[in-house]
């Protein structure tokens, strides 16, 4: 009776760790034009390459951007290839911090 009360617990604690992931669609931009807009910067002839050359020249950090909010984004890598792309991430929000840890992401449709 013990061994099945300690399995249902695992499966309740398995079942609400994953009930936090949620799906967010936006543009993957960098945290010094965290709102898509890279008219300012000009650090490209595309978005893509000014948020690319914003990350390895001023040690910014990808963000999502919604529309209305940006997030940072936890994986510093996987975002890397849909820079200036409109996307959708899932993963689990960190209100506290604004920061989606990300378990993929992938173009929007």
């Given at each position: 009776m013990t061994?099945?009360?300690?399995n249902?617990?695992?499966?309740?604690?398995l079942c609400?760790?994953?009930?936090?992931?949620?799906?967010?669609?936006?543009?993957?931009?960098?945290s010094?034009?965290?709102?898509a807009?890279?008219s300012?910067m000009?650090?490209g002839?595309t978005d893509a390459?000014?948020?690319?050359a914003?990350?390895?020249e001023?040690d910014?950090t990808y963000v999502?951007?919604?529309?209305?909010?940006a997030?940072?984004?936890?994986d510093?890598?996987m975002?890397?290839?849909f820079?200036?792309?409109?996307?959708?991430?899932t993963?689990?929000?960190?209100?506290?911090?604004?920061?989606?840890?990300?378990?993929s992401i992938?173009?929007?449709?």
């Amino acid at each position: 009776m013990t061994r099945l009360i300690l399995n249902l617990l695992a499966v309740a604690v398995l079942c609400s760790a994953q009930s936090g992931k949620q799906t967010f669609t936006g543009i993957i931009t960098d945290s010094m034009c965290a709102r898509a807009d890279h008219s300012k910067m000009q650090m490209g002839p595309t978005d893509a390459q000014c948020t690319r050359a914003c990350i390895s020249e001023h040690d910014a950090t990808y963000v999502l951007y919604d529309g209305k909010e940006a997030f940072d984004l936890s994986d510093p890598k996987m975002p890397e290839k849909f820079a200036g792309q409109k996307v959708t991430v899932t993963g689990t929000l960190d209100a506290k911090t604004k920061t989606i840890r990300v378990d993929s992401i992938g173009a929007a449709k």
